[in-house]
C-alpha cells in the first residue's frame, strides 16, 4: 500500500546551520506529497507540496523535490531559525485527500 | 476562531467507559477528516465525511468506533468501551478542496486508564 518514511530520531541542530529532513515514499501511481509543520501547542498546518515529478514546493525558506526515480521528498532548509523548532510530518495524497503521514521528525534548533 | 476547534483537549477515562471527542470544521468547508496519532507513530486515517455523509470509513479499527457529521458541520467521534490501547491524540481536520491542504485542530488528547 502507499505508505511514507521519514528518518528516524530528533534533529538537534544550532541556529544557522543547514537542514535536512530525509522522506521516501512507495506508492502506486503519481500521488501528491506534502510537508506538514506542527509548531508547539498548534495545529498541524501545510508547509509545502508538490503534484508532479521534479516539482519543487517552497515556502518559508523550506524547499523539497519530488524525486520520481529515487521515490523521495527530501525537506532542506539552508539557515534555520529558532522559529522553526517543531515536529515536521511527511504525507502523500491517496485521493479525497486521504493522506498517509510519516512517523515526524522533531527539530529543535538552539541558539 | 476561524481555525478548526476540537474538544475536550484532554480527557482521562476509565477503561470500559464510553467519550465522545467533538470536531467544529472550518466554516464552509465540505471535508472532514479523522485522524489518530499514538505515541510515537505516525498519524492513522480513522474516518472522511464528505458533507455529511462518510464515504470512507475503513481506518476505523473496530466496531468500537463510530462518527457522525451533521449540518455539513460539526463532528463526534465515539468510542465505546475505550481501551487502554485507544489512548491517543485525535486529530480533526477539514479542507474545502481536493488539493491536499488540511486545515488540523490542535487534537484531543485520550488517556484510557
Known amino acids: 500500500g502507499n505508505s511514507v518514511t521519514q528518518m528516524e530520531g530528533p534533529v538537534t541542530l544550532s541556529e544557522e546551520a543547514f537542514l535536512t529532513i530525509n522522506c521516501t515514499y512507495t506508492a502506486t501511481g503519481y500521488p501528491s506529497l506534502f510537508w506538514y509543520v506542527q509548531y508547539p501547542g498548534e495545529g498541524l498546518q501545510l508547509l509545502l507540496k508538490a503534484t508532479k515529478a521534479d516539482d519543487k514546493g517552497s515556502n518559508k525558506g523550506f524547499e523539497a523535490t519530488y524525486r520520481k526515480e529515487t521515490t523521495s521528498f527530501h525537506l532542506e532548509k539552508g539557515s534555520v531559525q529558532v522559529s522553526d523548532s517543531a515536529v515536521y510530518f511527511c504525507?502523500?495524497?491517496?485521493?479525497?485527500?486521504?493522506?498517509?503521514f510519516g512517523k515526524g521528525n522533531q527539530v529543535v534548533v538552539i541558539p | 476562531g476561524a481555525g478548526v476547534s476540537q474538544s475536550p483537549s484532554n480527557k482521562v477515562t476509565e477503561k470500559g467507559k464510553d467519550v465522545e471527542l467533538r470536531c467544529d470544521p472550518i466554516?464552509?468547508?465540505?471535508?472532514l477528516y479523522w485522524y489518530r496519532q499514538r505515541l510515537g507513530q505516525g498519524l492513522e486515517f480513522l474516518i472522511y465525511f464528505q458533507g455529511n455523509s462518510a464515504p470512507d470509513k475503513s481506518g476505523l479499527p473496530s466496531d468500537r468506533f463510530s462518527a457522525e457529521r451533521t449540518g455539513e458541520s460539526v463532528s463526534t467521534l465515539t468510542i465505546q468501551r475505550t481501551q487502554q490501547e485507544d489512548s491517543a491524540v485525535y486529530l480533526c481536520?477539514?479542507?474545502?478542496?481536493?488539493?491536499?491542504?488540511?486545515?488540523f485542530g490542535e487534537g484531543s488528547r485520550l488517556t484510557v486508564l
Open positions: 466554516s464552509g468547508h465540505t471535508a
Open positions: 504525507a502523500l495524497n491517496h485521493g479525497n485527500n486521504r493522506l498517509a
Open positions: 481536520a477539514s479542507s474545502r478542496d481536493n488539493t491536499g491542504e488540511l486545515f
